[in-house]
């Protein structure tokens, strides 16, 4: 039991580029979650899907997009890389959104944007 | 004021002790809390939940005061283990749902010392 893979682990890109950062899990879970984690921050979602077809926005959105068209995966695209994108990125997925579901995360993408 | 805000440390305590930490949140609404705890380059995991009339787990003991509107988390007879970044995370969203409501403090660092 895997619970929630990310890959790659590490990707340094250089601005401009883009890349697909993808999040898999095997609990069967209905809602999945990007958030990016910076110095001095506490996590912040981008995007978070609650289920298969479907996906919203965060708190910080810009510059990224997202697709979950199988309910195990949830991509989380950069369409133009820039530095400010630099980060740890974390997939979570949770059996609901109800308090007494918890997030599982994986076990994050190191990003650098040079 | 930030929404969740934590005591960023580090706390150096020495094996044995007893540390304690307080997290306070600005959303007087907010109905769900949890500490999360997350090691050096590593995921966060659920630490517990806070429930409103305070409850332990082992050697941790987690208490929420809504008042004064904050969470606390201690940690008895402290471990070389315990050592970790502990994260207090608040749904500041007027339900018991809403895992995407779910608001990250920036953490605050603990340090076990032998």
């Known amino acids: 039991n895997a619970g929630v893979t990310q890959t790659p682990k590490f990707r340094v890109l250089k601005t401009g580029q883009s890349m697909t950062l993808l999040c898999a899990q095997d609990m069967n879970h209905e809602y999945m979650y990007w958030y990016r984690q910076d110095p001095g921050m506490g996590l912040r979602l981008i995007h978070y899907s609650v289920g298969e077809g479907t996906t919203a926005k965060g708190e910080v959105p810009d510059g990224y997009n997202v697709s979950r068209l199988k309910k195990q995966n949830f991509l989380l695209g950069l369409e133009s890389a820039a530095p400010s994108q630099t980060s740890v990125y974390f997939c979570?997925?949770?059996?609901?959104?109800?308090?007494?579901?918890?997030?599982?995360f994986g076990n994050g993408t190191r990003l650098t944007v040079t | 004021r930030k929404e969740v805000e934590q005591d960023p440390g580090p706390f150096n305590v020495p094996e044995g002790a007893t540390v304690a930490f307080n997290c306070t949140y600005s959303?007087?609404?907010?109905?769900?809390f949890f500490w999360y705890r997350q090691d050096c380059r590593k995921e966060p995991k659920l630490l517990m939940s806070?429930?409103?009339s305070g409850n332990e787990d082992g050697r941790f003991t987690a208490q929420l005061n809504r008042a004064s509107q904050y969470i606390s988390l201690l940690i008895r007879d402290s471990k070389l283990s315990d050592s970790a970044t502990y994260l207090c995370v608040v749904n500041m969203y007027r339900s018991n749902f809403g895992n995407e409501k779910l608001t990250f403090g920036t953490g605050t660092r603990l340090t076990i010392i032998p």
């Open positions: 959303n007087s609404a907010s109905q769900s």
């Open positions: 979570a997925s949770s059996a609901s959104s109800s308090y007494n579901s918890p997030l599982h």
């Open positions: 806070v429930y409103s």
